[in-house]
């Protein structure tokens, strides 16, 4: 029954790594307004194993922007430690979308154009907006409503519009007004010319008168006065030259003016009537 003791030091290692399992189907994730999707560690692992315990999962990302939409589907690998410092990964595709509508901002009020000479005016998509805005950049901004460019037939109010696409696809739209106006007066000449007197000792100058006056206007014939009215009647009173003041008048109630000098003449010789008989007294003062 005899024995003997000692002590020895026994040092316990656990050298087995442990098993990362990532999810099999891809990881959908969607862009916020600001255009930012954010992904955690737990979102990925898919039952990791170890033969003690698990102390840390880690991802090689965790945050997606816009660029990430294009390069979809994106790898990303989960890396789990255990207690011991061993570790295992695994990978995981995640695919993000970009589903948010850009944020539409129309102009407030009605935008006034103005026609050209021509009568035409380009109008652009950006005189609607007031700040349309979208996280990873607008494709396109477009309206409807109007033709492009506006004529004289589009003068007045008309509804708009506005629609943006995103680079991604998404659309929304917005509402204003467009208000087309034609500020531009009439051409208008005025000449010189001459008139005679009819029989009567009239002569009358209206909208007709040849050689008067030459006018135009983009969007329409105008109207026409003279001194006020419609015609101006001359008689044995106005021999020589009159001033007469021509106003012509758009369908926007714009007008231009000009004044004609106008030189009546009197072209018609006098009728001269003779006695039928003449009776003379002689010396004695008799017939």
């Known amino acids: 029954s005899n024995s003997a003791t000692c002590q020895s030091t026994v040092t316990v290692v656990d050298g087995v790594n442990p098993v990362a ?17 954010t992904l955690n560690s737990v979102d990925l692992d898919a039952g990791s194993t170890d033969n003690c315990a ?15 939409v294009i390069s979809s589907p994106n790898t ?16 995981a595709s995640v695919n993000v979308s970009d589903t948010i509508r850009p944020s539409m901002a129309c102009a407030p009020s009605s935008v006034v154009i ?30 409807t409503g109007a033709p492009n460019p506006v004529t004289c037939a589009d003068l007045g109010v008309s509804p708009i519009t506005l629609i943006a696409t995103d680079v991604n696809g998404n659309i929304d739209s917005c509402t ?5 106006l034609d500020t531009v007066p009439p051409t208008l000449v005025c000449n010189n010319i001459s008139i005679n ?4 000792g009239s002569a009358t100058v209206d909208a007709s008168t040849s050689g008067l006056y030459s006018m135009s206007d983009a969007c329409g014939v105008p109207s026409l006065t003279l001194d006020g009215g419609a ?22 109630s714009n007008s231009s003016t000009c004044v004609a000098v106008i030189t009546v003449n009197d072209i018609t010789a006098p009728v001269v009537t003779c006695a039928s008989s003449i009776q003379v007294l002689d010396a004695l003062g008799s017939l």
Do not use: E, H, K, W
């Open 54 to 68: 698990i102390v840390n999962y880690a991802i090689s990302q965790d945050t997606f922007r816009c660029g990430d």
């Open 231 to 252: 015609s101006v009647l001359y008689d044995c009173t106005n021999l020589g030259p009159n001033s007469i003041t021509l106003v012509a008048t758009d369908g926007s």
């Open 76 to 91: 990303v690998v989960l890396t789990v430690t255990d207690v011991s410092g061993n570790t295992d990964n695994c990978s």
């Open 197 to 200: 007197l009819d029989a009567l």
């Open 21 to 37: 399992n990532c999810v099999v189907a891809p990881i959908n994730l969607f862009l916020d307004a600001s255009g930012i999707a």
């Open 114 to 143: 103005y026609l050209g000479s021509s009568g035409l005016a380009t109008i652009i998509a950006d005189s609607f907006d007031n700040g349309t805005s979208d996280a990873c950049g607008l494709a396109s901004l477009v309206f």
């Open 176 to 180: 204003t007004s467009l208000t087309v």
